[in-house]
């Protein structure tokens, strides 16, 4: 396969006498796609029913005779000003009740009817009108779901939207109370159309309505976008895909992406580094100029995952950004390692975010491949070194990576309701665990809760996921696997209730969990031999044999057969070690990196990138800061 570069681009926001010169020094940089279209709506349809299409024509038209590839956005992510005078109720509403305001993008509720039958009628116009145009070769729905906190939304139409969902799920208001345990203070309904939805509560909502909420705005968010790539597909054989978010999970990617060909992200290092990496100040300084080491692989290996082994960077971030609490520059050959480590993971393409620096409204202060004035920019030379690259080198070889790490969306929200302690977060435990196996030097494939465990993954880890059915079970104590559990497997029913037997009841292994305590951060409790068990502890029963125990000999983790319990939420070196003894035992060979420095393994190659701030030695040789070594593995 090729892999390809691109860019996004706002024709509607330039000259038409640009365009031409546009979509040439695209070309000249060595660029293929060029995204378009979707914040677009208000130009497209700038009066209900009152369209010009003859720009977007043009435009089309222009790039397209350049040799670009183009991807079409639905513009559903930008309703423009009428719409709301056409729907006055289809804002999102938070969760003090206030409806959120025109003024930016992203103010619908997903589950407004009259707003979904606004989004079926453009996407449709959309369709029909460039679904047979050659130069359109993917589509883009909607954009970046979920970015601004807008999965979830406590509008009448939700609350009218979830008493459905809900009837359907339970059939019985009896079963709902059965199931929800509404016999715990008096919460027992008699109507489904009782039922509001769980903010504003005077305390805490029950977990099993909060659980069944966020499980009702997930699938609102599957079928707002099922709607547009069923219309899409009637007019068009080209890809359809979407651009997920850095840390966006509120809604279950795995399903969103199972009508989608192609899954695809938006890659913001340097902004993720400060907003939601969850890394202490001296990290955020160590990395200020590169991001995060792990943050941008993680999704990279997520997003692969979501995307079924075809996914995109849709987004890259070309320089400083605007919307991060600090937006410093990235140190020179940071864009092309960035660029290079996706294609390292098996990205398709990707294009870089944006063309042309904006002059006016809320991204002046967002960096693009050229100024303002037009001139290069400094990255465009990195893309343009990269392109280069591509033509010269030989395709990246995939290969299924020796881990797996299962991500599940519905832990993240079980952890969000119940976190036991302040600050616990499922995704941070993740992550902590991806960057235990990367410190390691090991490779990563992401894998969804419902998924075969892949049949090269030689150890599996699935740490805290709080429900965990029988049939998920089944297949870690059968995959032949070494297997990490724990904390908080197994500790909660599909309702949120504690299960009995208590958890984790694991097939082939001896060990219950009988009491658990959250941690202030600053009392971690040390653990013989090195590192610490800190925010959040299990006791547990067990004749299994230990691995890692408190200083006073309590055991943390245990194992039995194959499988690790891990009954505390370790901190980076007692990861480090579990991950290298897990590793010894599966025979998985291990490459403890230098810091800053990463390994990712293809069928053929072993690529090193350093996001370190100082040159380092990796086995391939000197790697300067911002280095990426390809280094062509023995046969
Ligand atoms: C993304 C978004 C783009 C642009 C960019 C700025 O989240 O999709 O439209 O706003 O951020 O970094």
Redesign the pocket.
């Known amino acids: 396969m090729k892999r390809t570069l691109g860019t996004c681009y706002y024709p509607e926001h330039w000259p038409r006498d640009v365009w031409e010169e546009d979509a040439r020094r695209m070309v000249e940089a060595g660029l293929t796609w060029v995204r378009i279209g979707e914040f677009a709506w208000s130009r497209i349809e700038p009066e209900p029913e009152r369209f010009d299409w003859g720009w977007l024509d043009d435009a089309i038209s222009v790039l397209g005779e350049a040799g670009l590839k183009v991807v079409l956005g639905t513009p559903t992510a930008t309703p423009p000003r009428w719409m709301i005078d056409r729907h006055p109720d289809m804002l999102a509403v938070d969760r003090d009740g206030r409806p959120r305001k025109f003024g930016s993008r992203r103010h619908y509720c997903f589950s407004h009817e009259g707003y979904r039958a606004e989004c079926a009628r453009i996407v449709k116009l959309l369709a029909e009108r460039y679904g047979a145009n050659p130069a359109i070769a993917a589509w883009q729905t909607d954009?970046?779901y979920g970015?601004h906190d807008t999965t979830i939304s406590y509008s009448d139409a939700a609350r009218r939207g979830f008493r459905g969902w809900l009837e359907a799920r339970y059939g019985t208001v009896a079963a709902l109370n059965e199931a929800w345990g509404n016999v715990f203070w008096s919460m027992d309904y008699q109507r489904f159309d009782q039922i509001d939805l769980p903010n504003l509560t005077v305390t805490e909502a029950n977990p099993a309505h909060s659980m069944d909420f966020r499980r009702f705005a997930s699938d609102q968010v599957v079928s707002f976008n099922r709607l547009q790539t069923e219309i899409i597909r009637r007019h068009s054989d080209a890809p359809v895909a979407h651009?997920y978010?850095g840390r966006v999970t509120d809604f279950d990617h795995f399903k969103v992406g199972d009508d989608l060909e192609i899954a695809s992200w938006?890659s913001?290092p340097l902004?993720f580094l400060e907003d939601r990496g969850g890394a202490d100040s001296a990290h955020q300084r160590a990395y200020m100029r590169q991001g995060d080491p792990d943050f941008q692989a993680f999704h990279h290996d997520l997003y692969r995952a979501v995307g079924r082994g075809r996914w995109w960077v849709m987004?890259q971030q070309p320089g400083p950004?605007n919307?991060a609490p600090y937006n410093p520059n990235p140190l020179p050959g940071m864009v092309r390692l960035w660029t290079w480590e996706a294609f390292a993971h098996g990205a398709e393409a990707v294009c870089y975010?944006r063309w042309r620096q904006a002059p006016f409204a809320q991204?002046q202060m967002?960096a693009g491949l050229l100024r303002p004035d037009s001139a290069d920019a400094p990255a465009i030379e990195e893309a343009r070194a990269v392109a280069k690259e591509l033509s010269e080198a030989e395709d990246i070889a995939p290969a299924g990576a020796p881990v797996a790490l299962i991500f599940d969306y519905e832990a993240e929200w079980a952890w969000e309701i119940q976190p036991h302690g302040a600050g616990l977060s499922y995704f941070d435990l993740v992550l902590a665990h991806y960057r235990a196996l990367r410190r390691a030097g090991l490779s990563v494939d992401i894998v969804p809760p419902a998924a075969e465990i892949p049949a090269s993954a030689r150890m599996v880890l699935a740490p805290g996921l709080m429900h965990m059915d029988a049939a998920l079970k089944e297949r870690l104590a059968r995959s032949g696997a070494r297997v990490l559990i724990g904390p908080r497997s197994g500790a909660r029913t599909l309702n949120m209730a504690t299960p009995v037997p208590l958890p984790p009841d694991l097939p082939e292994m001896d060990v219950l969990v009988s009491r658990v305590e959250s941690l202030r951060p600053d009392m971690p409790m040390p653990l013989a031999g090195g590192g610490c068990v800190t925010g959040y502890r299990e006791e547990i029963e067990t004749a299994a044999v230990s691995l890692l125990e408190l200083e006073d000999g309590t055991p943390v983790a245990v194992r039995q057969g194959r499988t690790i319990y891990m009954g505390g939420w370790g901190d980076a070196k007692a990861l480090d070690r579990l991950v290298s003894l897990m590793a010894a035992e599966a025979g998985v060979p291990v490459t403890p990196m230098p810091e800053g420095v990463r390994l990712r393994e293809t069928a053929t190659e072993r690529f090193w990138f350093n996001y370190g701030a100082n040159s380092a030695e990796c086995p391939a040789g000197e790697l300067p800061p911002a280095g990426v070594l390809r280094e062509i593995k023995a046969t």
Do not use: A, K, S
């Open positions: 954009n970046e970015c651009n978010m938006d913001y902004g987004e950004v919307w975010f991204e967002h």
